[in-house]
Structure formats: C-alpha cells, structure tokens
C-alpha cells in the first residue's frame, strides 16, 4: 500500500471508532432491556416523530444501495468473508462497519494495478471531509442531548 492509502485507511479506522462511539453513547438504555425487548423499543422509537421516521427511511435505503455495492466490491476486489458485512452492519452499526469494510476494500485495491486505482481527486476529498465535520458535529451534539 502507497502512503495515500495507508492514510486513507487510517481516516477511515477513525470513522468507524466514532461511529461506534456514537451509536453505542445512543443505545444504552435499550441494553438493559435485553435482546429482543430492547430490539422491540429501539425500533417504536424510531417511529416516535417525522424526523425519526424520515432518518430512519433515508438509512435503510442508503443500506440497502450500499449493501449492493459492498457485494459486488467485495466480488470484484475478491475480498475474504466480505459477506460478514451484512450482519455486522445490522447488529453492531451501518456506520461503524462500512468504514471497516472500506479498510478491507483499500487493501484489496493496493494488489490492483495503478490504472485499476480511481481515485476522487481533491473536489471528492474536501467533500468527504466537510462531510465528516457534519457527522462529528451532530454526533457530539446528540451526546450532549442525553
């Protein structure tokens, strides 16, 4: 892996720690409740308000093109237990396993040749870091909510 790649992979390991860190801080009081009880609350919550229900929407079908994509990525690349993604991301987090996923995928693209390699040049990186400020900032301001 070339020095791009390695620091991409680095960005991406800190993503998924925040996104972990994030989503667990919110599921806490469902823990208690158990599996399934705490499955069954989890999701009547996310029908509480419009907001709720229209995240909630928005994600599911953001899963759903992105799992698509992951499976074929994961075929082209031939990635190892690629497959593996699917639960992690429905019982741990989307937000935490997608960027593990592109770790998996950064290093299965360094055995590509350099013409095999896209990449999104400087536009694509300032709005993937403008992203990520966004997703901080709400991220903290849910903890401080609770």
């Known amino acids: 892996m070339n020095s791009r790649q390695t620091a991409l992979c680095v960005f991406y390991a800190l993503i998924a720690v925040a996104a972990l860190a994030g989503t667990l801080g919110q599921i806490k009081p469902y823990l208690a409740l158990g599996v399934v009880q705490g499955n069954v609350h989890f999701w009547q919550d996310t029908l509480v308000n419009a907001a709720s229900r229209f995240i909630t929407v928005d994600i599911m079908f953001v899963f759903v093109v992105v799992w698509r994509w992951m499976l074929t990525e994961g075929r082209r690349l031939r990635m ?36 095999e390699q896209e990449d999104t040049g400087t536009a694509g990186a300032i709005s993937v870091l403008l992203t990520t400020a966004v997703a901080l900032g709400y991220t903290w301001r849910a903890f401080m909510v609770n």
Request: aromatic share 16%; net charge positive; charged share 15%.
């Open 80 to 115: 190892r237990g690629y497959f593996w993604y699917l639960p992690a991301s429905l019982l741990i987090a989307f937000s935490a396993a997608l960027p593990v996923f592109m770790i998996h995928r950064e290093i299965a693209r360094s055995r590509l040749s350099q013409v």
